[in-house]
């Protein structure tokens, strides 16, 4: 079983790529420094849209092999539950 420095430090390197990649994916002018962990995804936070989302769950599937069900909104909330999500469903299989 993983201790806290682990988990922390894997915690950190989800969120550091996920930031990459949504970037990227996105095309979204920021920098992985720029965008702190509770920023919401949609709306306000980002600046993004439904339109968005759907990019941002294909990012999941690719980059991380995490499938997010329709309906899962809750996983999209913030930087932080969808970092949590992807930990969580990747600790499942």
Request: charged share 30%; with cysteine; hydrophobic share 40%.
């Amino acid at each position: 079983m993983p201790n806290n420095q682990q988990k922390l430090s894997r915690r950190r390197e989800v969120s550091l790529l996920l930031k990459e990649k949504l970037i990227e994916a996105l095309d979204i002018p920021y920098e992985p420094r720029d965008i702190g962990e509770d920023i919401a995804l949609i709306g306000s936070g980002l600046g993004l849209d439904s339109l968005d989302v759907l990019e941002i769950v294909l990012c999941v599937e690719n980059n991380f092999g995490v499938k997010i069900p329709e309906g899962q909104t809750l996983a999209l909330r913030s930087l932080n539950t969808l970092a949590d999500f992807i930990i969580s469903e990747q600790d499942k299989k």
